[in-house]
């Protein structure tokens, strides 16, 4: 928590900067300051009002790291110091990068807001009692023993890491360069150690290409431009943690609501607001008592943190899986469709919106991304629109669906060759029957790379040299 109140200061400097950066005493070497911030309390003290003279600044615009690391900025403040100076400095370049994807993602709202839920937020101070993420230099430990050392200031044990060599403390040319400690979401922390490695790029062809589709029931399956086997890697594990962790978060919850009858109250009132009952929507006060009163314990936390690691760790073993299966059949790109806010707004019924929208897809395409770059294979994302719905083997046109006609009913108004006659099950305009999540893996192939399969002739692509039923392939929940 020592790099909490650095971080608070350093992005209460940068507001400030951002609300009057046409001040004419914010050009040339004078800041203004327009109070003291007391991390502490969260409270300006208007009164310390004046100007600060840098030694050096680095820029007469925006502020920027080297600006907050002056000693007229953060450097002789108490909480620069307590915080380990180096490690100071790591937070308020984590400050400072915040800043810069605010501006990113503010420039590209503004040129295309589709992609976006909203405008994008301006960084904010954390609360005071925030688990703030500490990144250590390779000036800041040393590796002895098979464990890394930290400074005695910090209070952390020796941390074991065997598969990496003894390194002096201030070893510039050392394997490890750096080691971050991150707060999990829920309990515990994780700890990413940045080294060097070498990347050898693995013999694959760009052209020969890997499709996937992500889904629930089979969380991923796998295809390709090659007559290869189609693969299907069933989405149980996932589930079943999924299913295993609700059931046992709602017990938490009602054991919550039995030690507190005021949580029942409230409860009700909401529900009936919600059904259009004769009692009044809460109050804001009553809203902030709600959340006060169900947030989540301690036992919920640890429930969510195992959870999150156990599904973590199976996507790990399954894009291990595809990236092997993409080298050993010398694929150079892999292509995941997936719509970008798919989870916004989802009705799939009660049971599917609780699994689909609590998997960390997204998570997945990552994992697959980072491995697959380690072995020189490019990954591509595209939506899959229409992907399900139009027929692979008829060569069905896949439109766009912002320039497709709607029906009364939302829907788009697009007729293809075939169509899904059972579950799993696809119907071509022939008859021919092809797995509906494969059918939909070499759509999204063919929506990347329309030319992805050359020898099936016009009319009938995919029928040559392509197989329409995938071999399932179980991966071991641990």
Same mark, same amino acid.
Request: charged fraction near 25%; include cysteine.
């Given at each position: 928590r020592l790099q909490t109140p650095v971080y608070n200061l350093a992005i209460f400097y940068l507001r400030q900067e951002y609300?009057?950066?046409?001040?004419d005493n914010l050009q040339g070497v004078t800041f203004r300051i327009y109070g003291t911030f007391d991390p502490a309390t969260g409270e300006v003290d208007k009164s310390t009002a004046g100007e600060v003279t840098f030694e050096e600044k680095s820029t007469?615009?925006?502020l920027t790291n080297f600006d907050l690391?002056?000693?007229?900025?953060?450097?002789?403040?108490?909480?620069?110091?307590?915080?380990?100076?180096?490690?100071?400095?790591?937070?308020?370049k984590r400050a400072c990068d915040a800043w810069k994807g605010y501006w990113k993602a503010l420039k590209a709202w503004r040129e295309d807001p589709a992609p976006f839920t909203g405008r994008p937020r301006m960084p904010r101070a954390v609360e005071s009692d925030h688990r703030s993420p500490v990144y250590f230099t390779y000036a800041d430990f040393s590796i002895q023993d098979g464990c890394i050392v930290f400074p005695k200031a910090t209070g952390f044990d020796p941390l074991p890491v065997q598969s990496f060599p003894d390194q002096r403390r201030g070893d510039? !040319?050392?394997?490890?360069?750096?080691? @971050? %400690?991150?707060?999990?979401?829920?309990d515990g922390y994780w700890v990413e150690i940045v080294h060097d490695i070498s990347i050898k790029p693995a013999d694959v062809d760009p052209n020969r290409i890997i499709g996937i589709d992500l889904g629930l029931e089979r969380i991923a399956t796998i295809v390709?431009?090659?007559?290869?086997?189609?693969?299907?890697?069933?989405?149980?594990?996932?589930?079943?943690?999924?299913?295993?962790?609700?059931k046992k978060l709602a017990e938490l919850k009602k054991e919550q609501a039995g030690h507190d009858p005021r949580i029942a109250e409230l409860q009700q009132k909401l529900q009936l607001s919600e059904k259009g009952g004769a009692n009044p929507r809460l109050t804001d006060e009553e809203w902030e008592e709600w959340r006060a009163r169900t947030r989540n314990t301690a036992a919920m936390k640890r429930l969510t943190q195992d959870r999150n690691?156990?599904?973590? !760790?199976?996507?790990?073993?399954?894009? @291990? %899986?595809i990236v092997n299966m993409a080298v050993e059949r010398r694929c150079g790109t892999i292509i995941i469709g997936h719509n970008p806010g798919q989870k916004q707004g989802m009705d799939l019924g009660r049971?599917?919106?609780?699994?689909?929208?609590?998997?960390?897809?997204?998570?997945?395409?990552?994992?697959?991304?980072?491995?697959?770059?380690?072995?020189?294979?490019?990954?591509?994302?595209?939506?899959?629109?229409?992907?399900?719905?139009?027929?692979?083997?008829?060569?069905?046109?896949?439109?766009d669906r912002a320039r497709t006609r709607k029906k009364r009913d939302g829907h788009s108004d697009v007729r293809f060759s075939g169509r899904r006659v059972k579950r799993g099950l696809y119907k071509s305009k022939d008859g021919t029957l092809i797995h509906a999540d494969v059918n939909g893996?070499?759509?999204?192939v063919r929506k990347a790379r329309p030319n992805a399969f050359p020898d099936a002739p016009p009319g009938a692509q995919g029928i040559r040299g392509c197989r329409l039923h995938p071999m399932i392939r179980v991966i071991p929940a641990s």
């Amino acid at each position: 928590r020592l790099q909490t109140p650095v971080y608070n200061l350093a992005i209460f400097y940068l507001r400030q900067e951002y609300f009057h950066l046409h001040d004419d005493n914010l050009q040339g070497v004078t800041f203004r300051i327009y109070g003291t911030f007391d991390p502490a309390t969260g409270e300006v003290d208007k009164s310390t009002a004046g100007e600060v003279t840098f030694e050096e600044k680095s820029t007469a615009g925006f502020l920027t790291n080297f600006d907050l690391n002056d000693k007229a900025m953060l450097r002789w403040r108490d909480e620069y110091r307590a915080a380990i100076p180096s490690c100071a400095a790591g937070t308020i370049k984590r400050a400072c990068d915040a800043w810069k994807g605010y501006w990113k993602a503010l420039k590209a709202w503004r040129e295309d807001p589709a992609p976006f839920t909203g405008r994008p937020r301006m960084p904010r101070a954390v609360e005071s009692d925030h688990r703030s993420p500490v990144y250590f230099t390779y000036a800041d430990f040393s590796i002895q023993d098979g464990c890394i050392v930290f400074p005695k200031a910090t209070g952390f044990d020796p941390l074991p890491v065997q598969s990496f060599p003894d390194q002096r403390r201030g070893d510039s !040319a050392a394997m490890v360069k750096q080691v @971050r %400690v991150i707060p999990a979401p829920h309990d515990g922390y994780w700890v990413e150690i940045v080294h060097d490695i070498s990347i050898k790029p693995a013999d694959v062809d760009p052209n020969r290409i890997i499709g996937i589709d992500l889904g629930l029931e089979r969380i991923a399956t796998i295809v390709d431009n090659v007559g290869g086997q189609p693969v299907a890697i069933p989405g149980g594990p996932a589930k079943s943690w999924n299913h295993w962790y609700n059931k046992k978060l709602a017990e938490l919850k009602k054991e919550q609501a039995g030690h507190d009858p005021r949580i029942a109250e409230l409860q009700q009132k909401l529900q009936l607001s919600e059904k259009g009952g004769a009692n009044p929507r809460l109050t804001d006060e009553e809203w902030e008592e709600w959340r006060a009163r169900t947030r989540n314990t301690a036992a919920m936390k640890r429930l969510t943190q195992d959870r999150n690691n156990r599904i973590a !760790a199976y996507y790990h073993r399954v894009s @291990r %899986v595809i990236v092997n299966m993409a080298v050993e059949r010398r694929c150079g790109t892999i292509i995941i469709g997936h719509n970008p806010g798919q989870k916004q707004g989802m009705d799939l019924g009660r049971k599917t919106n609780q699994n689909f929208s609590q998997m960390p897809i997204f998570k997945l395409i990552d994992q697959i991304a980072y491995k697959a770059r380690l072995a020189g294979i490019v990954v591509e994302r595209i939506t899959e629109e229409f992907t399900s719905k139009a027929s692979f083997l008829d060569n069905d046109p896949l439109p766009d669906r912002a320039r497709t006609r709607k029906k009364r009913d939302g829907h788009s108004d697009v007729r293809f060759s075939g169509r899904r006659v059972k579950r799993g099950l696809y119907k071509s305009k022939d008859g021919t029957l092809i797995h509906a999540d494969v059918n939909g893996a070499y759509n999204i192939v063919r929506k990347a790379r329309p030319n992805a399969f050359p020898d099936a002739p016009p009319g009938a692509q995919g029928i040559r040299g392509c197989r329409l039923h995938p071999m399932i392939r179980v991966i071991p929940a641990s």
